[in-house]
């Protein structure tokens, strides 16, 4: 009885009650695909590290094999290359006796210098021939089933034993699944996007059963002239939502999987998985799937609350209850307890974060419609028509236009803290952490003797366009401070190879960095530790009691500026021949390379990886990218599920325009019949949706710089650089406006809504 009463009601409806109809339903779908792909996000993410997890040591140590008693065992070690800016995978095998059974994928390990690529590899060594041996002789190919995705590129590389086993376990069996995947930024950016994108399908469920309902106001007065009940109104108001709001879930679940070839890029970013990894968990799937319609029927009933229990009263004007102004001084209040804890910094880590976000996104949504109130009420002094109705409409009903415009602020915050918070996820702004200097190559050769250095560094400086390379021995001084990064080498050589133009070595025989390692360095005790020994040995092998340990630190020294977080540069440079110090007892493990032609680059890793198979080269443009590559890959997240929910809000926005619109009917009929135009009516419209949406975007902006900052008060200066992140979202928040205002082309057809229906 009560579909075909909802039957019923939608064969007989007109144009406005099937624009609000096909609101909800594809508002639902499109809550249910952000959703379905917010949720695909983990489990993406695990299946890539579990095709990959045999190229790790495995979590059970009994897999560690005994070399000694062990007939079959196999070295993995896996190492990042590039082929011009594409990252490559490349992992390294050794395979002793009969080895261990390879992963799915891999048809078998490669001997010493063969080796397996991927398909995407195969394409770009194709473009560039003059990197086709780098990686040996390829004798096979890599399938999907140990790829991270179809554009992954992956080199698997035969080598020997004694390559490997410096820098290696010997192991009897490969890991087959990788650890959980537990990314504290990432279980925070995806906890945020959760409850920002479930927020505008929610308020767009309220203006749109808000708007149903009173468009079907008439209708139900037939009902109840005709006898019917109030439950069975009830039932029409939940019918009507549960059958809209289930195709909009069906139509989002087939839009999200028919999508997903082009989501796995936007959301994951490269290697994008392939479009099967996008599959969250069936729990998760079940909840949205049943959640969204019973939340969206349950806001049907409390919206048409007022329809069911009196649906013969009518009113001329939309106008809202007053409400006193404790909200917003709520909102207030827990915008200033956000920021006083950001400042205080009373909770660290993930939980400051969280709570810092929650408060500051609960007091912006609890302000917005006080600034409503008053933005309608200073619109009203004006003397322009559209101002002044699109003003009296904003100070009647606030709250309303609030629901519409909520989304597309917590949208604007969100994104506006996580730039504010990692500004190396936009782009490469200046960071004390990676200071390497453009041009220059780092060469990690921990697997390689001195000699075989001695040699690569030789080969460096006949490649073209190589200006300098100098071997340097690394060690670690312990302050009890903080741990200084130690060079050993010549130091001019040094100055030159890594551009540290702001040293002059002279006849000193080290350089510092701060006054505060100045001080620490005075103390004639300090030694330089782990430094790598002249003999390689297994890197299970037991220390050879005998072996030199360390170096005493030389006291003359010129400053050297470097932050004391670097990774990348020296805090101290030890020259040893001017400091009387033997060094015959180590090896170096870094070789520093200047270049004047990008062109070398190449040249240089495929002299590094030729020489040793396990080196690391690095630049900084591939060591920032090391860095913040992940939060680069969360700030796809992050953008994505913004515009995401911009376009749940311009769906929002009209929805809640065309709410007032049919409340205002009668009001509007008045109007009309006193000659005001369709053309005012409708650029009263559009300033009602573009006013608070410019309005909400700037608040929303100066809270999240303001919460980020405070945040950031204690770690030292906030910067705004990743704020020109933020640009994709000015577009989308135009486009959600102007959906928004199309609800202006309802204006003509509003008056039928006060004709009584001949049923």
């Not at 209708?219 to 709001?245: D, H, K, Q, T």
Request: with cysteine; aromatic share 6%; proline share 7%.
């Amino acid at each position: 009885m009560t579909f075909w009463l909802v039957g019923r009601l939608w064969r007989g409806a007109g144009p406005v009650q099937w624009a609000l109809t096909a609101v909800l339903v594809a508002t639902t779908a499109l809550a249910a695909v952000v959703l379905l792909a917010m949720a695909s996000v983990p489990a993406a993410f695990q299946s890539q590290e579990d095709r990959l997890a045999w190229t790790q040591f495995p979590r059970d140590w009994r897999a560690q094999a005994d070399p000694e008693a062990t007939a079959d065992y196999i070295y993995v070690y896996p190492v990042v290359d590039y082929i011009a800016d594409q990252r490559v995978t490349v992992v390294n095998v050794a395979t002793h006796g009969e080895g261990v059974a390879p992963p799915a994928g891999i048809p078998q390990f490669p001997a010493p210098g063969e080796t397996l690529i991927s398909p995407a590899l195969q394409d770009a060594l194709a473009q560039h021939p003059e990197v086709s041996r780098r990686y040996g002789k390829v004798v096979g190919g890599i399938t999907a089933e140990s790829l991270l995705g179809p554009n992954h590129l992956m080199a698997v590389r035969g080598a020997r034993e004694p390559q490997l086993d410096p820098v290696a376990v010997p192991i009897t069996e490969l890991s087959a699944e990788a650890a959980a995947v537990s990314s504290t930024t990432l279980t925070l950016l995806l906890s945020l996007a959760g409850v920002a994108l479930l927020v505008p399908p929610l308020l767009l469920a309220y203006t749109a059963t808000s708007a149903l309902t009173q468009a079907h106001r008439r209708r139900m007065a037939n009902l109840v002239i005709a006898g019917a009940p109030a439950a069975i109104i009830r039932r029409i108001v939940a019918g009507e939502a549960l059958m809209a709001s289930s195709l909009g879930v069906l139509v989002g679940g087939a839009t999200f999987f028919a999508l997903r070839p082009a989501l796995a890029g936007l959301l994951v970013g490269e290697p994008a998985p392939f479009p099967r990894d996008l599959a969250p968990a069936w729990p998760l799937v079940l909840m949205i799937a049943l959640g969204l319609p019973l939340i969206v029927v349950g806001i049907g009933l409390h919206t048409a609350r007022s329809a069911v229990h009196q649906p013969l009263v009518s009113t001329i004007t939309a106008r809202e209850q007053t409400r006193s102004g404790w909200p917003a001084a709520v909102g207030v209040l827990l915008f200033a307890s956000a920021l006083t804890l950001g400042w205080a910094g009373i909770f660290t880590g993930t939980r400051q974060t969280l709570l810092l976000m929650a408060l500051g996104g609960a007091g912006l949504v609890l302000v917005l419609p006080w600034l409503v109130r008053r933005t309608g009420q200073w619109m009203l002094t004006s003397r322009r028509p559209p101002l002044v109705l699109a003003g009296g409409w904003l100070e009647a009903a606030p709250w309303s236009t609030a629901r519409g415009v909520a989304a597309a602020s917590l949208a604007v915050f969100v994104a506006t803290v996580f730039v504010m918070l990692n500004p190396t996820a936009v782009a490469a702004v200046p960071d004390p952490v990676i200071q390497q200097a453009p041009g220059t190559i780092t060469i990690e050769a921990r697997a390689a003797s001195a000699d075989q250095v001695s040699a690569l560094v030789d080969d460096l400086r006949q490649i073209t366009g190589v200006q300098a390379a100098a071997p340097v021995i690394e060690g670690t001084v312990q302050t009890g401070q903080h741990p200084l990064t130690t060079w050993i080498g010549d130091c001019r050589q040094i100055a030159t190879a890594a551009e540290l133009s702001e040293i002059d070595c002279g006849d000193s025989s080290a350089a510092w960095t701060t006054s505060a390692a100045e001080a620490a360095l005075q103390d004639p005790a300090l030694q330089v530790t782990g430094l790598a020994p002249a003999t390689l040995r297994s890197l299970t092998a037991a220390p050879d009691p005998n072996e030199a340990e360390s170096l005493p630190v030389p006291a003359a020294m010129p400053e050297l500026r470097t932050a004391i977080a670097a990774t990348d540069r020296p805090h101290l440079i030890i020259d040893p021949a001017r400091a009387g110090l033997d060094v015959s007892d180590f090896r170096p493990t870094l070789v520093l390379v200047r270049t004047t032609d990008p062109q070398a680059l190449a040249h240089v890793r495929t002299a590094a990886l030729t020489t040793d198979p396990t080196s690391q080269v690095a630049t900084r443009a591939t060591s920032q990218k090391g860095y913040d590559g992940q939060l680069r890959q969360y700030y796809s997240i992050m953008l994505w599920g913004a515009i995401g929910t911009f376009l749940t809000a311009a769906a929002a926005l009209f929805a809640s325009a065309l709410t007032g619109i049919v409340r205002r009917s009668t009001s509007t009929a008045v109007l009309q019949a006193m000659g005001t135009s369709t053309r005012t009516l409708r650029a009263a419209v559009c300033l009602s949706v573009s006013a608070p949406m410019a309005l909400v975007a700037a608040l929303a902006l100066l809270v999240g710089i303001s919460c980020a900052s405070s945040l950031l008060y204690s770690l030292g200066s906030p910067t705004g650089a990743g704020l020109i992140g933020l640009w994709p979202l000015v577009p989308v928040m135009i486009l959600a406006t102007a959906a928004g205002a199309t609800a202006a082309l309802a204006i003509p057809k509003s008056a039928r809504l006060n004709e009584l229906p001949g049923e």
